[in-house]
């Protein structure tokens, strides 16, 4: 059964887990703590927590990372780690959920998601979660070092998913960190997901270290290629970016994700991926303990956007380095049985505007494949077109047209979602006047945010005029 997300929320009774690990139980001293210094009880808790809450069984070397302490006052801070990464699994859940190719936003226990994790480590922890959390995912794992490449298989095959996760080596291409060779019998990625190496040089690592409350090696067993890369978490991700571009990647991965330990790395990845003109990206936060914190940044070659809690899930970040808004509203002056009868009837004049309203659920989506077909100046186009095309029409072009071969549609170049409901239920109040009716306006597909600015405003105008 899938962990709760809140499953940290609560202190770890120590007392408790050593009853059920007797290996855990050695390392615990009479007074019922642990020596977060010591590598080995560090470890043993790490196996311990991962057993009991997600049914994971692991070998972990001792000159491999295993997660830091970094504080006498933080007793759950390895919890909150693990935490940390049990979030970035949540987050990627709600990224693929939010932008699926039918635009339901719930999970579909009968989709096949094939995930890529680079640099895996020897736990393989986030294939190890993903496929432990949802049965249909499935994994492919790239790691370089040769010992943590042995664990990692090790810890696939123990945990009976071998058959869901494969671990790989270094690809054939001679500096690239994506493996396009080993993707090429895959269709489609939908996730790359990346824990990059956090320090630039050995010699950041130590200074850093000593800022810390314990010393620099304290319960910290991680070999160099695990946390150190020339240029740090941004060069590294930064030539993920790069790869993204590539026709061979930028089309077969959907989505392209990376977790980050500082926050001016969050804005520096941010600001490479508008410069290679990227719009759809997401950004969110890991609350790890009281003090330290986590971030994420993922994006998107392709139009389907995810919802707004996760496209922009952190106030840490300036506003102006996170993602156009992928939810608005509009407050109409009448009841829900008008306010959908006058939007179905708007939607019936829009020539080009694929609209399926289910009254069920008070719910519509709606999707254009030639972008704005709304605004006085786009209807003025429709009908010179429409002249255009009647002009040019001969037999010859018609007898092309009924022999032409039924090809994949393309992309709409926009969809979206319309929920109504009164304002009191969006308030959850009855104070509110039950005549007033609130659209939840969702953008579901689409790369140009002008377009979804302008529907807004135009709905908007119809609506309340």
Not at 199 to 204: G, L, P, Q, R, V
Request: include cysteine.
């Amino acid at each position: 059964m899938p962990a709760p997300p809140d499953i940290y929320q609560n202190e770890v009774d120590f007392t408790a887990l050593a009853l059920r690990y007797p290996d855990f139980a050695k390392k615990l001293k009479a007074n019922r703590q642990l020596d977060f210094s010591d590598p080995e009880s560090v470890r043993q808790l790490t196996k311990a927590l991962l057993h009991r809450d997600f049914d994971l069984t692991i070998s972990l070397p001792e000159d491999r990372l295993c997660p830091p302490v970094r504080s006498r006052a933080y007793r759950n801070k390895l919890e909150a780690d693990i935490n940390a990464r049990f979030n970035y699994v949540l987050f990627v859940q709600r990224l693929l959920d939010s932008t699926q190719d039918n635009y339901n936003d719930a999970y579909d226990p009968n989709r096949k998601v094939i995930g890529i994790d680079i640099g895996t480590g020897a736990s393989a922890i986030y294939p190890l979660l993903a496929c432990r959390q949802r049965p249909p995912w499935l994994f492919l794992a790239t790691e370089i070092d040769a010992r943590s490449k042995e664990f990692a298989e090790r810890n696939v095959k123990d945990n009976g998913l071998a058959s869901r996760i494969k671990v790989i080596g270094p690809g054939s291409e001679s500096n690239a960190i994506i493996p396009v060779a080993e993707l090429e019998r895959f269709e489609r990625i939908d996730i790359l997901l990346t824990n990059p190496p956090f320090y630039t040089s050995e010699t950041e690592l130590q200074a850093l270290a000593k800022q810390k409350a314990r010393p620099p090696n304290s319960a910290c067993t991680g070999a160099p290629v695990e946390m150190i890369c020339p240029g740090g978490e941004v060069s590294f991700v930064s030539q993920i970016v790069d790869e993204s571009t590539l026709p061979a990647n930028k089309t077969k991965i959907q989505w392209f994700s990376s977790m980050l330990g500082k926050l001016g790395s969050v804005t520096v990845i941010i600001d490479k991926l508008k410069e290679t003109g990227c719009t759809n990206y997401a950004v969110t936060e890991f609350v790890q303990g009281q003090r330290t914190r986590r971030w994420c940044v993922a994006w998107s070659w392709l139009g389907l956007r995810p919802v707004q809690a996760v496209a922009r899930g952190t106030d840490a970040v300036e506003k102006k380095h996170l993602p156009f808004p992928t939810e608005m509203k509009v407050l109409v002056d009448a009841d829900v049985g008008a306010t959908t009868r006058k939007l179905n009837e708007e939607f019936t004049k829009l020539d080009g505007m694929e609209w399926r309203w289910r009254s069920g659920l008070q719910a519509g989506i709606g999707r254009s494949m030639n972008g704005d077909v709304w605004s006085r100046h786009a209807r003025r186009r429709q009908k010179r077109r429409e002249v255009e095309n009647h002009d040019s029409m001969d037999v010859e072009t018609a007898k092309h047209d009924n022999n032409h071969k039924e090809e994949e549609l393309p992309e709409p170049n926009f969809a979206f979602k319309i929920m109504v409901q009164p304002q009191n239920a969006e308030m959850m109040t009855d104070v509110a006047d039950p005549t007033t009716t609130v659209l939840k306006l969702r953008w579901l597909q689409g790369q140009d945010s002008t377009l979804f600015e302008s529907f807004h405003g135009w709905l908007k105008r119809k609506l309340t005029q």
